[in-house]
């Protein structure tokens, strides 16, 4: 069995592999298991782009069309075409302007952060440091991370 696929990055059939965007292939398994190579490895987001089993790798986040492409060795091709979507997943990370305190961005938006956390070794000549009371009360709205960080 040859195998091969091709993406349409973003689903606009605008590629230069006649609308596909990137292209690997073709090559059997018994083929790639010895060493040769395929006729075309253009897929710069694969993990592994002279494999045509496998197009795992790290793509734009988007919508993208993949075409997998499989021929027997009488010449019948079977295809499978699927759109996949990349998202980004990960919640900002916010840092303070010292670097001191990074927590994660739940998925509420929200972070709560002590004021005690902002301590940098205060103290006063009549109360021990343990004892010391912090007070802050404060919401900072950072649209570039679209998110709202307590400070309590």
Same mark, same amino acid.
């Given at each position: 069995?040859?195998?091969?696929? %091709?993406?349409?990055?973003?689903?606009?059939r605008? =590629?230069?592999?006649?609308?596909?965007?990137?292209?690997?292939?073709?090559?059997?398994?018994?083929?790639?298991?010895? =060493?040769?190579?395929?006729?075309? !490895? *253009?897929?710069?987001?694969?993990?592994?782009?002279?494999?045509?089993?496998?197009? !795992? =790798? /790290?793509?734009?986040?988007?919508? *993208?069309?993949?075409?997998?492409?499989?021929?027997?060795?009488?010449?019948?091709?079977? /295809?499978?075409? /699927?759109?996949?979507?990349?998202?980004?997943?990960k919640?900002?990370?916010p840092?303070?302007?010292?670097?001191?305190?990074?927590?994660?961005?739940? !998925?509420? =938006?929200?972070?709560?952060?002590?004021?005690?956390?902002?301590? %940098?070794?205060?103290?006063?000549?009549?109360? !021990?440091?343990?004892?010391? %009371?912090?007070?802050?009360?404060?919401?900072?709205?950072?649209?570039?991370?679209?998110?709202?960080?307590r400070?309590?």
């Amino acid at each position: 069995m040859f195998w091969e696929y %091709k993406i349409d990055a973003y689903n606009d059939r605008k =590629g230069v592999h006649g609308g596909w965007d990137f292209r690997v292939g073709t090559l059997t398994e018994k083929q790639f298991n010895a =060493g040769d190579t395929v006729e075309y !490895s *253009h897929n710069p987001f694969a993990d592994n782009p002279r494999n045509p089993f496998n197009a !795992s =790798g /790290t793509y734009p986040i988007g919508i *993208h069309r993949i075409n997998w492409y499989v021929e027997d060795g009488c010449g019948n091709v079977g /295809t499978c075409e /699927t759109l996949f979507e990349i998202r980004d997943c990960k919640a900002p990370t916010p840092y303070c302007l010292t670097g001191i305190i990074s927590v994660p961005m739940p !998925s509420s =938006g929200c972070v709560s952060i002590w004021a005690k956390d902002l301590d %940098k070794g205060s103290f006063d000549n009549c109360t !021990s440091q343990d004892n010391l %009371k912090f007070y802050l009360t404060m919401i900072l709205i950072k649209p570039a991370l679209r998110s709202v960080v307590r400070i309590s």
